[in-house]
Nanobody
Framework: QVKPVESGGGLVQAGDSLRLSCVYL????????MGWFRQAPGKEREFVAS???????QYSDSVKDRFTISRENAKKTVYLQMNSLKPEDTAVYYC?????????????????????WGQGTQVTVSS
């Protein structure tokens, strides 16, 4: 099985921006719904954003208006543009994929909706 591969994490200061990328080569990319989750130390993994194969997006309340998820099908890549970063955004960010032709999609807010997960990329925001 082919897993998504994340990149773009790093150490930034509060107020800075960062763009994460996720490449997924596991199938026909245009058929896949994609999502971003994050996990901070000592906390559970939480939903950040999702995008369907048709481009419909959803965001968690904590990142809405600051983060933007997008996809570039020609590059088989989904992006997470993160602006106005805060120290509480510090976490390992994971990309996940799900075949969008399969029934049961609930908007992508639940980790159980996804089939494959990347290894994660660390984002650290200093105050």
């Amino acid at each position: 099985q082919v897993k998504p591969v994340e990149s773009g994490g790093g150490l930034v200061q509060a107020g800075d921006s960062l763009r994460l990328s996720c490449v997924y080569l596991g199938g026909t990319f245009t058929n896949y719904n994609m999502g971003w989750f994050r996990q901070a130390p000592g906390k559970e993994r939480e939903f950040v954003a999702s995008i369907t194969r048709g481009g419909r997006t959803q965001y968690s309340d904590s990142v809405k208006d600051r983060f933007t998820i997008s996809r570039e099908n020609a590059k088989k890549t989904v992006y997470l543009q993160m602006n106005s970063l805060k120290p509480e955004d510090t976490a390992v960010y994971y990309c996940a994929s799900r075949n969008g032709l399969r029934i049961g999609w609930q908007g992508g807010r639940f980790s159980g909706e996804y089939d494959y997960w990347g290894q994660g990329t660390q984002v650290t925001v200093s105050s």
